[in-house]
């Protein structure tokens, strides 16, 4: 494992420390005014990209259901993520059943992160994303900044 200052990415709104020592990644973790952030609980909103120099991207997150939001949670449901300096490597959509449930369409099925070499995938039940970014910034927002 690498140490911080061998990291190749910059976090801000959580500890380095703390996603390195959970082993979940960036899936689970809690930012660093105490708000936990449980992807497994939330559903994907979206994903903007910025192409623009440098490039960067936002991915947003929602606790959508009152039963699986953390109390600490509840008054800025909206996680948001943004990266910088970002490379996307892959992106692919896949089609769902015609039967899927919506909720199953904006499941996360896990959020990795590479610090040692800056990259990244997110995959949901209909997307995979692969990518690099320099630097990291996770805040809380309420629903309706999202």
Not at 16 to 29: I, M
Not at 53 to 77: C, I, K
Not at 125 to 131: A, I, K, V
């Amino acid at each position: 494992m690498t140490t911080a200052k061998d990291s190749m990415i910059s976090l801000r709104g959580v500890s380095l420390e703390e996603v390195r020592a959970g082993g979940t990644g960036l899936y689970e973790l809690t930012t660093t005014s105490g708000v936990p952030v449980r992807l497994h609980d939330m559903a994907f909103k979206c994903m903007t990209y910025e192409p623009t120099a440098p490039p960067s991207m936002v991915l947003r997150f929602l606790y959508d259901d009152p039963a699986w939001t953390p109390r600490e949670a509840v008054a800025t449901p909206v996680a948001e993520f943004r990266f910088f300096d970002v490379i996307v490597l892959s992106h692919a959509d896949e089609a769902a059943a015609p039967d899927t449930p919506p909720v199953t369409l904006r499941h996360v099925a896990c959020f990795e992160c590479d610090d040692s070499n800056g990259t990244f995938a997110l995959s949901t039940s209909t997307m995979h994303l692969l990518f690099t970014a320099a630097e990291i910034e996770v805040r809380m927002q309420p629903l309706s900044g999202s």
